[in-house]
C-alpha cells in the first residue's frame, strides 16, 4: 500500500533563516506531486505541483520554491523566510495524470515563523 | 474566482443529530470531478469521496451520504446521527478536466462541531 511521509511535524524558525520541508512517497512509481498551504481561517493553496522529477509547476509567486530530485521525493525550501510564511504545509499525491484521481494527504508540517 | 463555495462556516450540533454540508461549484468543463475531505484536529486531510460529473448517482457510506445535483451545481453532503468523532473541517473540492495534472480547488470548509 501507498503512504505518504512529511517532516518535521513541527518546526519553529525565525525571520530570515532557511526552510526545507521533505515530502516522501512510497508504494508507487511517477505519482504527481503537491504542496498545499494551510493559514490559520482554514484555506488550502496550492503552492505547486509537480508531474515528474525536475518538473515543477508554481500556482502561485512567493518566497517559496520546491524541487523533485527524485521520483518520490518533494522538498520545500526557501532561503530567507518571512512571518507571512506561517502555517501548516501539506503534502499530497495521486497516481494520474487527469482529475479523476483523489489526492492523498500526509500528515503536514506545521510551521512558524517568529 | 472562488469556484468552490461552502457557505457554512460553522455548524454545530448535538450528537445523534443529522448535519448536512452545503457545497456549490462552478466550472465550465463538462467533465469534472468532485470530492470531499474531512480534516480532523490532527491536521491530515482524509479522502472521503469522488464524483465524476457524468454520475449523478446519490451514494451512501455508512452514515455518510452524497446528493450530487448537475442542475443546481451542489455536491452536499449528510452526516447522519452524528457522533462526537464527527468533529472536523470538512472541505469540499473540484477538478475540472482542462485543468491540467489534477490539481483540486478547495472550498473554504466549514468547521462541525459534535458535542455531546
Known amino acids: 500500500s501507498q503512504t505518504i511521509h512529511q517532516w518535521p511535524a513541527t518546526l519553529v524558525q525565525p525571520v530570515g533563516s532557511p526552510l526545507s520541508l521533505e515530502c516522501t512517497v512510497e508504494?508507487?512509481?511517477?505519482?504527481?506531486l503537491y504542496w498545499y498551504r494551510q493559514a490559520a481561517g482554514r484555506g488550502l493553496q496550492l503552492l505547486f505541483y509537480?508531474?515528474?522529477?525536475?518538473?515543477i509547476s508554481s500556482e502561485v509567486p512567493q518566497n517559496l520554491s520546491a524541487s523533485r530530485p527524485q521520483d518520490r521525493q518533494f522538498i520545500l525550501s526557501s532561503k530567507k523566510l518571512l512571518l507571512s510564511d506561517s502555517g501548516f504545509y501539506l503534502c499530497?499525491?495521486?497516481?494520474?495524470?487527469?482529475?479523476?484521481?483523489?489526492?492523498?494527504f500526509g500528515p503536514g508540517t506545521r510551521l512558524t515563523v517568529t | 474566482a472562488q469556484k468552490v463555495t461552502q457557505a457554512q462556516t460553522e455548524i454545530s450540533v448535538v450528537e445523534k443529530e443529522d448535519v448536512t454540508l452545503d457545497c456549490v461549484y462552478e466550472?465550465?468543463?463538462?467533465?469534472?470531478?468532485l470530492f470531499w475531505y474531512k480534516q480532523p484536529p490532527s491536521g491530515e486531510l482524509v479522502f472521503l469521496i469522488r464524483r465524476n460529473s457524468f454520475d449523478e448517482q446519490n451514494e451512501i457510506s455508512g452514515r455518510y451520504s452524497w446528493n450530487f445535483q448537475k442542475s443546481t451545481s451542489s455536491f452536499n453532503f449528510t452526516i447522519t446521527a452524528s457522533q462526537v468523532v464527527d468533529s472536523a473541517v470538512y472541505f469540499c473540492?473540484?477538478?475540472?478536466?482542462?485543468?491540467?495534472?489534477?490539481?483540486?480547488?478547495f472550498g473554504a470548509g466549514t468547521q462541525v462541531v459534535v458535542t455531546p
Open positions: 473540492a473540484l477538478s475540472e478536466e482542462t485543468d491540467s495534472w489534477g490539481k483540486l480547488q
Open positions: 466550472t465550465r468543463d463538462t467533465t469534472y470531478y
Open positions: 508504494g508507487t512509481s511517477n505519482p504527481n
Open positions: 499530497a499525491w495521486n497516481p494520474g495524470t487527469s482529475g479523476s484521481y483523489e489526492q492523498y
Open positions: 509537480s508531474v515528474g522529477i525536475g518538473q
